[in-house]
């Protein structure tokens, strides 16, 4: 049985730092990009980063990039989103997700596998 399950989320103040785990199980983190999708309240979803574990390569949004990094653990089957300098606009439902790496980043109805989500808020 395929599982991801997120955790770390919170409030923080702005300027904070929060760390997202996502633990995996059912398959193998090198035939997938992982990746962390975040949906604020009211809005669609937003792709955040995606990490291709078999190149060691990793890419993120314009809006975070600089301040959130994805990692994983191959030997805990986890991955990782710490993210820094928090913003208001940072605040979401934030989603540890599997695509095939072919699937287009934002084709989000192809995304394989999903976590329940874990929230995350910015606010002083």
């Known amino acids: 049985e395929v599982q991801l399950v997120e955790s770390g989320g919170g409030l923080v103040q702005p300027g904070g730092s929060l760390r997202l785990s996502c633990a995996a199980s059912?398959?193998?983190?090198?035939?997938?990009?992982m990746s962390w999708v975040r949906q604020a309240p009211g809005k669609g979803l937003e792709w955040v980063a995606s990490?291709?574990?078999?190149?060691?390569?990793?890419y993120y949004a314009a809006s975070v990039k600089g301040r959130f990094t994805m990692s994983t653990d191959n030997a805990k089957n986890t991955v990782y989103l710490q993210m820094n300098s928090l913003k208001s606009e940072d605040t979401a439902v934030y989603y540890c997700?599997?695509?095939?790496?072919?699937?287009?980043?934002?084709?989000?109805?192809?995304?394989?596998?999903w976590g329940q989500g874990t929230q995350v808020t910015v606010s002083s």
């Open positions: 997700a599997a695509r095939g790496s072919s699937t287009y980043y934002n084709n989000f109805q192809a995304y394989d596998y």
């Open positions: 059912g398959f193998t983190f090198d035939d997938y990009a």
């Open positions: 990490i291709y574990n078999s190149i060691s390569r990793t």
